[in-house]
């Protein structure tokens, strides 16, 4: 068995296979939850996407998250179609179908529709958008601290395709994370055009040094949210935090290294490029961001 860890691992739940999914306004069992073959999604990756995550009742963040959905899709171009409240009632109408309460992942995506022809321009998709919500049980369950490699695939600037952008199509990203699976990591950390380290394939990256936290400028990767959280609450919890350059040499030295996001809150890093970081284990900075994390989820988002 190839030790195989991805940063969006979940135990498995058989219940998975039972959801409903949204599709336009329906909520359809699995096998019938498809789209066209023109849908501009599958054709073209021209859509955007947002992941939420259900913590007791609650979905974490949620004016953020369809904050940036919005954002995303006028930065595209794309109208949805419905306002917040009517997005909001659609993830609710989901959630309520499958009956979930709590470690529940929500993936909303909205793409330009079907198209009239197979060709790329958006004057082809006239039919409106195609919204689909895919709700999963999830708890997220990894077996070991994640291992990234360094990949020549570069977080480019935001003139060609915005890195802040969580767009349908992920290929460089994908591109990033397949050449590290095959320099045997997990996962990619990924550089900005300057050779600072910047974020990994499906993650923002920090590192920890001598007590304090360290993440990239913001430039050049997700806005996330939960990079966001962190870097508040590390600021209310008198935890030096800085957004800054940093290079590989810094990186490697680190006494800790971690992912955020919001499938998998905090990540531990334990080993990139073949270098142990720390004890290669999870630090104690992280576990007390992770503490503090799941007290602001518990708290509804209101800072303790
Ligand atoms: C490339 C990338 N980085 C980071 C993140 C994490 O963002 P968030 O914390 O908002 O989930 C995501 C998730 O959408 C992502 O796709």
Not at 54 to 79: C, S
Not at 91 to 111: I, K, S, V, Y
Not at 191 to 219: E, P, Q, Y
Not at 237 to 242: K, S
Request: glycine share 10%; charged share 20%.
């Amino acid at each position: 068995m190839p030790d195989t860890v991805t940063t969006h691992q979940a135990e498995d739940d058989a219940r998975n296979a039972a959801i409903l999914i949204y599709v336009n306004g329906k909520l359809l069992p699995r096998a019938e939850a498809t789209i066209s073959v023109y849908d501009s999604g599958f054709m073209l990756g021209d859509g955007v996407w947002e992941g939420l995550r259900l913590y007791n009742g609650r979905w974490a963040f949620l004016d953020e998250h369809i904050a940036r959905l919005f954002e995303a899709a006028k930065a595209i171009d794309l109208k949805i179609g419905l306002d917040p409240a009517g997005v909001i009632a659609a993830l609710e109408d989901t959630r309520a179908a499958n009956g979930m309460q709590t470690d529940a992942h929500a993936r909303l995506m909205l793409t330009r529709g079907v198209k009239t022809r197979p060709f790329q321009h958006p004057g082809l998709s006239r039919s409106g958008p195609t919204f689909v919500i895919i709700m999963e049980h999830s708890r997220p369950s990894l077996p070991r601290p994640i291992r990234l490699a360094t990949v020549p695939h570069l977080r480019g600037l935001p003139m060609t395709q915005d890195p802040k952008l969580n767009s349908h199509s992920k290929l460089n990203c994908i591109l990033a994370c397949i050449a590290a699976e095959k320099a045997g990591a997990d996962e990619a950390l990924m550089l900005d055009v300057h050779g600072f380290v910047n974020t990994t394939n499906a993650c923002n990256f920090f590192i920890v040094r001598k007590g304090a936290v360290w993440t990239s400028t913001g430039d050049y990767c997700m806005n996330g949210i939960t990079r966001a959280k962190v870097i508040e609450l590390c600021r209310a919890n008198g935890i030096p935090v800085y957004e800054r350059n940093f290079s590989l040499v810094d990186t490697y030295g680190a006494d800790e290294a971690f992912l955020t996001g919001t499938f998998g809150a905090q990540t531990p890093v334990g080993e990139i490029d073949g270098r142990v970081i720390g004890t290669g284990r999870l630090g104690p900075m992280t576990e007390r961001i992770r503490d503090l994390y799941g007290a602001l989820i518990a708290s509804d988002g209101r800072p303790t």
